[in-house]
């Protein structure tokens, strides 16, 4: 069975449909829009969010078109099966969305996101920070003598635990990208 998990999220069988088993369960999804790249989209796609009481926990816009005629949309939000099915149902009503998938229910998918961390620290702290950013594969993009930024990419679960350990040892500062998605394998937005 598959399983999904999240840092406030409790593992769940998931069913047939892709979507955790149970009436009250949250569940995380991650949904791309593909909309045309005009002005005020974003403001609509947000608006539909905020002004029915929906969390958004992580968005992420870009042209994905040489001409920049379309830009992708990617959201990670939470609720129940319903909710969510509930969202990706109103964006696929606005206009100038051209297309709307939860890729957490259309099967394997890939998400990941990028952070850059900095820690201030010395002496023996600073080793520590060096050891744990070896273990992650982050990689040090700036280096003074009492200080590290580092550049990390994968899950969010992952950033998560490297920002947690981080903490201890002198985390200054945090900027996260959001989350980026595709579905694996032939299959397209």
């Not at 939860?102 to 702290?125: D, F, Q, Y």
């Not at 500062?173 to 397209?188: C, F, H, M, N």
């Amino acid at each position: 069975m598959k399983h999904i998990s999240g840092p406030s999220f409790e593992t769940a069988n998931l069913s047939a449909d892709g979507y955790a088993c149970g009436p009250d369960t949250q569940v995380r999804a991650v949904i791309s829009v593909l909309v045309d790249n005009e002005s005020g989209v974003l403001a609509r796609v947000v608006g539909l969010f905020s002004g029915r009481g929906y969390n958004i926990e992580s968005l992420t816009v870009a042209p994905v078109e040489a001409e920049g005629g379309r830009s992708r949309i990617n959201i990670v939000t939470s609720g129940t099966p319903e909710i969510i099915e509930q969202i990706r149902a109103q964006l696929e009503r606005q206009v100038p969305v051209c297309r709307v998938a939860n890729l957490t229910t259309l099967g394997p998918h890939i998400a990941r996101e990028m952070v850059l961390v900095k820690v201030v620290s010395t002496g023996e702290a600073r080793t520590e920070a060096l050891r744990i950013a070896e273990a992650f594969r982050a990689r040090a993009v700036d280096t003074t003598a009492s200080s590290f930024v580092f550049e990390l990419t994968g899950a969010s679960d992952k950033l998560d635990s490297f920002i947690e350990l981080m903490r201890p040892i002198g985390l200054a500062e945090v900027s996260r990208t959001g989350v980026a998605g595709l579905t694996r394998g032939p299959r397209t937005l």
